[in-house]
């Protein structure tokens, strides 16, 4: 899992909260859409692609 | 002297007798004692019984010559006896904790037991009670430093033996759940040096993972031991990222379990601690998409509904209706122009024509043609014969002409 996978959900929620306050401009809405659908991509994308890597310490490190 | 009647008997006739109930209140009072509260008693574990609803029943005995010999019954309830790592038998030596207490139904007293521990690991036993003291004025075991796990860790460090099945188990887990990079920093688990190398294992992993499992499987309270050790203990406090602790069953605690910001009953309980569970990950993610497109259909519907709105706002009709007035307006005035103008010319011709009729009678022409001549001299007309001398010239015009005279004589009369 790449290190952004919490801030991309964080990102993602931030967007929907934007998307739906009222005040949000519907042009800024779509552009923020796009955003969001991007984020949505690559979280799928980290979350289906996430492979198991084991490494091991040297026990005289 | 009056063997029947002494003072002493006729007293203790006056007093009411006590009944059973009433004795055995006041023994339990007088048993409820500090001294044997919470006392720590060691003996050989004889008449066990294991109840059928899970109540352990067995006598302490001391077994020696003459006055050392002697026996207390006890009672382990099932609940506590869960808790025992060990099977309870006849014969064992124990060291019990636990708090004397009437049974006032069998008459007797008996030793409740709380925890129970082999007598063999005594010393181990008194020397981890210690360090738990000596750690707990540290700090160590505070709930207030107790650190939350990480939601979405890239990097799982598992202190742990290399071989067998707790990293197997952890790795099966986290390969189910959410596979990441598991970065083993190996140890023994058990010995006499244990400690040592558990500690220092702890202490590698600081600044290359995010979340350290301390994990061991199953074994004896001396299998355990080294996870007791302060090393280990103050390795965990000393980890910079929050660490989940599995350490034997879930009835074994040591006191790494203690520290630990987390203690997990076993190695895969850890495992699915440490990480999320993708299938849910993807659930909820699939939730914000439906929410983000619904947000913005909500969006574009409000728009929709903004626009048309507007539309109707914007929609002519009154402008319309100004525009009919004017037409209308425009065409009535057109209307009177023009018959105020064809009234006008009809009038002019008519006076036009009275001009002309009025013309025509003057017409100088006219009345020459009826055989009048006019005459004139220097261009003046000549109205009177006053105005004329013998020798003038004169022009005299006729109606189809006209000739230059000149006058012979001049006669005045009254009518010519």
């Known amino acids: 899992m790449e290190e952004t996978y919490e801030t991309k959900i964080e990102q993602l929620k931030r967007i929907i909260e934007k998307i739906e306050d009222g005040t949000t401009g519907l042009d800024e809405s779509i552009k923020l859409y796009e955003q969001g659908a991007v984020l949505v991509k690559q979280c799928e994308m980290l979350l289906t692609e996430a492979e198991l890597k084991i490494t091991a310490l040297s026990r005289d490190a | ?416």
């Open chain 2, 1 to 416: 002297m009056d063997w029947f009647n002494r003072p002493d008997d006729i007293a203790a006739a006056d007093r009411a007798p006590l009944r059973v109930s009433e004795l055995s209140a006041i023994i339990e009072r007088l048993l409820d004692s500090p001294l044997l509260r919470d006392i720590l008693v060691r003996g050989e574990v004889t008449n066990y019984t294991h109840h059928a609803r899970g109540h352990r029943y067995f006598s302490l005995s001391e077994k020696g010559g003459g006055n050392t010999a002697a026996v207390i019954k006890c009672v382990l309830w099932r609940s506590d006896a869960e808790r025992l790592s060990f099977n309870l038998s006849e014969g064992l030596e124990v060291i019990v904790t636990g708090t004397v207490r009437l049974y006032a139904p069998h008459g007797s007293y008996q030793l409740q037991v709380k925890e129970m521990r082999k007598a063999g690991m005594g010393d181990k036993f008194l020397l981890v009670d210690q360090w738990k003291k000596e750690l707990a004025a540290e700090g160590c075991f505070a709930a207030e430093r107790k650190r939350p796990l990480p939601a979405f860790p890239i990097k799982v460090g598992v202190v742990t033996s290399e071989t067998g099945a707790v990293i197997h188990d952890i790795r099966t887990v986290i390969g189910r759940r959410y596979p990441v990079e598991i970065v083993i920093s190996p140890t023994v688990v058990q010995g006499e040096e244990a400690h040592r190398e558990i500690s220092c294992a702890i202490a590698r992993l600081a600044g290359l993972v995010d979340v350290v499992i301390v994990a061991r499987g199953g074994g004896s309270f001396e299998d355990l031991f080294p996870f007791n050790h302060p090393d280990v203990v103050r390795a965990i406090t000393a980890c910079p990222v929050p660490v989940i602790s599995a350490i034997g069953h879930e009835v074994d605690v040591t006191l790494s379990d203690l520290a630990a910001d987390v203690r997990a009953a076993t190695p895969s309980a850890a495992a699915e601690l440490v990480v999320p569970d993708r299938g849910v990950l993807l659930v909820q993610l699939k939730e914000l998409k439906t929410q983000m497109s619904t947000a913005l259909r909500g969006q574009v519907a409000w728009a929709r509904d903004e626009i048309a709105d507007m539309r109707d706002r914007l929609r002519p009709q009154r402008f319309c209706r100004k525009l009919e007035e004017r037409k209308q307006n425009i065409a009535d005035l057109s209307d009177r122009l023009e018959r105020a103008f064809s009234n006008r010319v009809d009038r002019e011709r008519l006076l036009l024509a009275e001009i002309k009729t009025a013309l025509d009678g003057r017409n100088p022409l006219a009345v020459l043609a009826r055989g009048y001549c006019v005459a004139e001299k220097n261009g003046v007309v000549v109205r009177s014969a006053k105005n004329i001398n013998q020798g003038d010239r004169m022009k005299v015009r006729f109606y189809d002409g006209s000739s230059q005279v000149t006058v012979e004589r001049v006669d005045y009369g009254r009518n010519v």
